[in-house]
């Protein structure tokens, strides 16, 4: 027999998943920044760690979030890819890949972006 306590648990799962790895990156790349990174790729990596820090903090607050369940899902959705790209890209850069993949960050931006805009459009929703 199932709970309900289990479907919930299992719907903020993938936040909480994807919140943990986030953040996990954001310290190991913040930290080579610190240490290990010449200077060219330092602020690429501070900029990317920020970021991407941040985004797992917002994960964490939006896994037991109560406003409607599809914007929701979207700004998890966006806060688990757009950081990804986003930092992804950049750390990319901070390790020599071909400046093109500069290109793809804003795609990670955008996302974030409308990660929050769900944000606002669940609460705004919200009964």
């Given at each position: 027999m199932r709970r309900a306590d289990d479907?919930?648990?299992r719907g903020r799962?993938?936040?909480l998943l994807a919140a943990g790895l986030h953040g996990a990156l954001a310290v190991g790349f913040g930290?080579?920044?610190a240490?290990?990174?010449g200077p060219d790729a330092v602020a690429l990596l501070e900029t990317g760690g920020q970021y991407q820090l941040v985004h797992?903090?917002?994960?964490l607050a939006l896994a037991p979030a109560g406003f409607a369940t599809l914007w929701r899902q979207i700004a998890i959705l966006c806060f688990i890819l757009g950081p990804l790209i986003f930092a992804g890209a950049l750390y990319g850069l901070a390790f020599g890949a071909p400046g093109i993949l500069g290109a793809?960050?804003?795609i990670?931006?955008?996302l974030m972006i409308l990660g929050w805009l769900a944000v606002a459009a669940g609460a705004w929703r919200a009964r």
């Open positions: 479907d919930t648990a799962r993938p936040a930290a080579f920044a240490h290990g990174a797992a903090v917002a994960l793809v960050a804003p990670g931006g955008t």
